[in-house]
Each structure stands twice: as structure tokens, then as C-alpha cells.
């Protein structure tokens, strides 16, 4: 961002400076500041591809309540480049926790959390087999669920997804890209929906 943003400024501070001192231009406008842009892209990439892969060594090298990792992977923050958001995958619970890739070293304050993986069950089936559960699963990365079972007027069931990819430690109760699928007694599909959206129930209570 900080490399395209340059891009832009720097032709027309450049632009500026030539119409004061009077240098007549040799090329089309603003090629100098589209291939400074350019360089500053692939020169920031690069670096955080090398940080990247630096955050993932460091996780791989770790049990996790002495399981080996299945699946892992480091999500990055926007500002800095040492600081990543890293999620594991065991047989039994998926774990998120923060990574600095400078040092390299995990987990430095014990900001950790485990989600254990539920039980799968009729109700979890009937959601996930619903039209949002298929399309949610087929692009979360690290989903889990969590299953209400509803009283009162509506006695039926709520199951909610998450992808553990967005619970950042400084965001973890917002369900970020999440949602919901809200069963009958029948497990039968009543209502789904994403995040930013409530099933009717809660805007009915």
C-alpha cells in the first residue's frame, strides 16, 4: 500500500520540482514513479514472503500439547511485517496463536487459544449439508462450528461457522466472515445466513 501510495505522489512532487527549475520532460508523465512503484511492490513482497516462510518454520518446529501439527499456517497484520496471526490443526483442537517472525519465536506472552474440534453429530451434518454450510466449508480454510440447541418458541437448533483464519486475538468475538444456519426440531433448514446478518430469533426474541 505504502509502495502504490509513493507511486502516486512522487510523479507529481517530481512534476512539481522540474516546472520550478524549467527541465523539460523526456518521457511519458509519471514512468518514473509507476516503475519506483513497481520495485517497491516486488521489494516488499519479497520481504514478506522471507518472513512469511520464517513465521511457518518456527511453528513447525513445535508440538502442540504434544501433538504433531497437521495443518498450520500465518496470516499477517497490516502494519507490521514481523507480527502474524498463526492457526494450527491437530486431530483433536485447531489452536491460534501470535508469532513473531523477527526472532523468530511463538507465542512469547501466552496469548494462545484452543478450540477444540466438536463432536460431529445429526444436527452439525444437517447444517453443513445445508446450501451456506456446503459453500461455507468449501472456502474456509480452518472451519469450525458451534451448536446451540434452542428453548421457548423455537425449540429447534443454531449452528454457527467460523473460520479461524479471522479470530485475531484483538477481534476474537466478532465471528469476522462467519454465519450461521438455524434447524427445526426436524433438522430441517429454517434460515441461514452470514455474520452481519441475525436469524430471526434474535431480532425477535
Known amino acids: 500500500m505504502l509502495a502504490l501510495i509513493a507511486g502516486l505522489v512522487f510523479p507529481a512532487l517530481f512534476g512539481l520540482i522540474n516546472q520550478e527549475i524549467g527541465a523539460r520532460g523526456k518521457g511519458p508523465s509519471g514512468r518514473a514513479g509507476a516503475i519506483f512503484a ?28 504434544g501433538a504433531v501439527p497437521l495443518k498450520l499456517a500465518a496470516y499477517p497484520y497490516w502494519v507490521d511485517p514481523f507480527h502474524w ?13 501470535p508469532v513473531n517472525s523477527m526472532k523468530p519465536a511463538v507465542d512469547e506472552e501466552s496469548q494462545a487459544h484452543i478450540y ?22 468449501d472456502w474456509a480454510v480452518f472451519p ?41 426440531p426436524d433438522l430441517r433448514v429454517q ?15
Open 38 to 65: 513497481l520495485v517497491c511492490l516486488l521489494l516488499v513482497w519479497g520481504y514478506r514472503d522471507f518472513q512469511h516462510r520464517r513465521a511457518l518454520h518456527a511453528m513447525n518446529a513445535l508440538l502442540y500439547q
Open 85 to 97: 496471526h498463526g492457526v494450527v490443526e491437530t486431530e483433536v483442537f485447531f489452536q491460534t496463536l
Open 116 to 137: 477444540y474440534k466438536p463432536e460431529e453429530t445429526p444436527v452439525t451434518q444437517a447444517a453443513k449439508a445445508s446450501y451456506f454450510g456446503r459453500v461455507y466449508l
Open 144 to 184: 469450525i462450528t458451534q451448536t446451540e440447541k434452542l428453548q421457548g418458541a423455537f425449540p429447534g437448533y443454531l449452528v454457527r461457522f467460523q473460520d479461524l483464519r479471522f479470530t485475531y486475538p484483538e477481534d476474537r468475538s466478532s465471528h469476522r466472515l462467519g454465519g450461521w444456519v438455524l434447524l427445526g
Open 191 to 205: 434460515e441461514e445466513g452470514t455474520s452481519s446478518q441475525k436469524p430471526s430469533i434474535e431480532e425477535n426474541p
